[in-house]
């Protein structure tokens, strides 16, 4: 636990916790609405703002978010107005915000490839407290969003035209999520890098569901593998000197792939044991399952 006195540990380890938080709570709904990749095209467009903040000597940071923001609004007005060349005008917002980001880097002064490497794959010796303050508030918005409208954001991942019907404020929902999605990408970056943090937002909730398809202990079961892997992933990446994103990914799929190698067996097991517990010859093998109500909750 040597590592715990340094200062430069200790900001890492905690903006990998509220990393590990934020990216599978706003990530579970993503995977439902299938929009798994949108934390990668997100990340693309960050580094513009990474780029900008170096060369304005503004905080990196909140300029990232700044523009995340504005590209995940682009984002949302292309999918619901773009149509059959939706996907090419994504394409080249995704690969725009890359070129102009390693472009506005290289620009500014004192831009380096340390610098841009730091930010595509994370790096534990960077996070200062300036940035430990804006994840820390970045991250309260997230989890604030996440919880707070947890139905809402439930209802109108399950099914858009059915939530419209009920009343709900769709097309905002769907900018909120956005929005927040690019507020967890610029949480994310210092720790786990642009490029990888897609992959926490979506392989926890992919592992988590081998083991449950309620929502709510979906949403549990990710974030405690999000926490996990990002602390763990940080503690192994300052004693063998790694990349603190890569090997917090790589431990994710490792997870993803244990828990998918135990989720057979557990089912199983889980099977015969209800079918001990219920009596030979019950009606309840003939009984019509029940009509699932408005608001409960199901499988992720």
Do not use: K
Request: charged share 10%; glycine share 10%; with cysteine.
């Amino acid at each position: 636990m040597d590592f715990l006195n340094y200062a430069f540990m200790q900001r890492a380890l905690l903006a990998a916790v509220l990393v590990g938080i934020t990216a599978p709570a706003i990530g579970i709904y993503l995977v439902q609405r299938r929009q798994a990749l949108m934390g990668d095209g997100i990340g693309h467009v960050a580094m513009t703002g990474v780029g900008l903040g170096f060369l304005l000597s503004t905080s990196p940071v909140w300029m990232a978010t700044a523009v995340s923001v504005l590209g995940a609004v682009l984002m949302e007005l292309i999918r619901w107005y773009g149509r059959t060349r939706g996907d090419i005008a994504l394409a080249m917002l995704f690969y725009g915000g890359m070129a102009g980001g390693v472009m506005l880097i290289n620009l500014a002064p004192g831009g380096s490839t340390a610098n841009l490497t730091s930010y595509l794959f994370g790096s534990l010796s960077t996070v200062s407290e300036s940035d430990v303050t804006a994840i820390c508030v970045l991250a309260a918005f997230v989890l604030l969003v996440t919880l707070g409208l947890r139905r809402q954001l439930f209802a109108v991942s399950q099914d858009e035209e059915f939530a419209r019907v009920t009343g709900l404020p769709v097309r905002a929902l769907n900018l909120l999520t956005a929005i927040t999605a690019a507020v967890t990408v610029t949480v994310a970056m210092r720790v786990v890098g642009l490029l990888l943090v897609s992959a926490l937002m979506v392989v926890p909730v992919a592992a988590a569901q081998q083991l449950s398809r309620s929502f709510t202990v979906t949403f549990v079961i990710a974030v405690a593998i999000g926490v996990a892997v990002a602390v763990s992933g940080t503690v192994t990446s300052y004693y063998q000197d790694v990349p603190p994103g890569a090997t917090i990914v790589l431990l994710t799929i490792a997870a993803f792939l244990v828990l998918t190698a135990l989720a057979g067996p557990l089912a199983r097991r889980r099977a015969r044991a209800a079918a001990a517990a219920q009596p030979a010859g019950d009606p309840a093998d003939c009984a019509i399952p029940a009509a699932r109500g408005a608001g409960d909750e199901v499988g992720v």
